[in-house]
Structure formats: C-alpha cells, structure tokens
C-alpha cells in the first residue's frame, strides 16, 4: 500500500523557532508538494519538486523553504516561525504527468506557533 | 485569482438523498479533473477524477460530471450516507503540468 509519511502529528513551536517538517514518501515518485491548509483558503501550495535538489515556489513561499537531498524525502522549513504560520501542513506525492492520477496525501501535520 | 472555485462553503443532505458538489473553473487549459474527500485531522483522499476527452465517469456511489464549454463540473453522491460527511476539494491541472489546483473546498453533512 502506498504512503506518504510525516514526522508529526502535532507540534508546538515557539515563536521565531526555526521548524522543520518532514515527508517521506515509499512509491518512488518523482513529484512531492506541500500544501497547508487553513479554514475559508483550501488548499494553498507553499513549494514543489520534480527531482532531486530541484525544487519551485508555489503560490505562498513566503517565510519557507524546502530542502530535497533524495527522492523520498522533502522537508519543509519555516526559517523563523511566525504565528500566522499556525496550520495544518500536508505533503503530498505523484508520478509524473503521464500516470496522472492525483496526488498521494499524508495526514497531515498541524502546527501551533505560540 | 482563483482558477478553481467552490461557490458553496458547506452543504447539508438527508441521508439516503443526492448530494451534489458544484466547482467552477476559469482556465481553458486544464484538461483533468479531480475530486478529494477530506475527514477532520486526516490528509485528502482521492475520490474520483474526469479527462477533459470526457463528460461522466462513474465509480460507485460517486459519479463527476464536466461540461467544458460552461467549465463546470460536479460531483453526485448517491445515495448519500453518514460516512460522506467531510470536507471536498475539486481540484484541476493542465496536461502537461503536475502541478494541481485546488479549490476552497465544501464541506458536506449528511443529516440522519
């Protein structure tokens, strides 16, 4: 069965904190996204991949960023959180554009920035 | 700008009823469409997904349909049940683009 793994469920940060949400993804899939979701917005997306170290903003990038060393794995960074950075955080995964049927979701991680 | 817009923020159906989830789009490159079901504290879930090339697929209880030249589509459960109550995105991307576009969402309840 196919998965995409995040690190935590539930965090708590201190303001101005430097945060680090992890994804890792098992189907060998080439595309990896990050979304966060807030009440009245949908889905909103923060940063993408299509490969390795490659990587592209989405429609909010600001005050994040993501690292991708390998494949499976995609982090996302909030350099100095901020409490308008409290949400919910969902990666996401695909193959490329040919096999197109969706993404594979995690369940999510929703951070409190205090 | 939104490109894939959920006019109604929630709606709400008598069980055993037809819930029906309407989504609007505004760009005329998007060829394939999706629908994700979404539970409090969970990820989304793909539910179903239409090509451009069509204009129904069906899968189960849950059936999309797409009318290009209104650049339209919806969702139809039928019957609804109590378990259908959740959060639901229509989303949208281009052929040769992975890139996937989300709407705002509508959340559906299923009344006893």
């Known amino acids: 069965d196919v998965k995409v793994t995040q690190s935590s469920r539930y965090l708590v940060k201190r303001t101005g904190e430097k945060v680090f949400l992890e994804c890792v993804q098992d189907?060998?899939?080439?595309?990896m996204f990050w979304y966060r979701q807030d009440p009245g917005l949908g889905l909103r997306l923060i940063y993408f991949?299509?490969?390795?170290?490659?990587?592209e903003k989405g429609d909010i990038p600001e005050g994040y960023s993501v690292s991708r060393e390998k494949k499976e794995r995609f982090s996302l960074i909030l350099e100095s959180a901020s409490t308008n950075q409290t949400s919910m955080y969902l990666c996401?995964?695909?193959?490329?554009?040919?096999?197109?049927?969706?993404?594979?979701f995690g369940s999510g991680t929703r951070l409190t920035v205090v | 700008d939104q490109q894939v817009k959920q006019n109604s923020p929630s709606l709400s159906v008598q069980e055993g009823r037809i819930s029906i989830l309407n989504c609007d789009y505004t760009?005329?490159?998007?060829?394939?469409f999706l629908w994700y079901k979404k539970y409090p504290a969970e990820g989304p879930t793909f539910l179903i997904s239409?090509?451009?090339?069509?204009d129904k697929n069906e899968d189960g209880r849950f059936t999309v349909f797409l009318n290009k030249s209104a650049k339209h589509l919806s969702l139809h459960i039928v019957p609804s049940q109590p378990g259908d109550s959740a959060v639901y995105f229509c989303?949208?991307?281009?052929?040769?683009?992975?890139?996937?576009?989300f709407g705002k969402g509508t959340r559906l309840h299923i009344l006893p």
């Open positions: 760009n005329s490159m998007f060829d394939y």
């Open positions: 996401a995964s695909s193959l490329p554009v040919e096999d197109n049927y969706g993404y594979t």
């Open positions: 239409i090509s451009s090339i069509k």
């Open positions: 989303a949208a991307s281009k052929n040769r683009d992975d890139k996937i576009i």
């Open positions: 991949s299509y490969d390795v170290k490659m990587k």
């Open positions: 189907m060998d899939h080439e595309n």
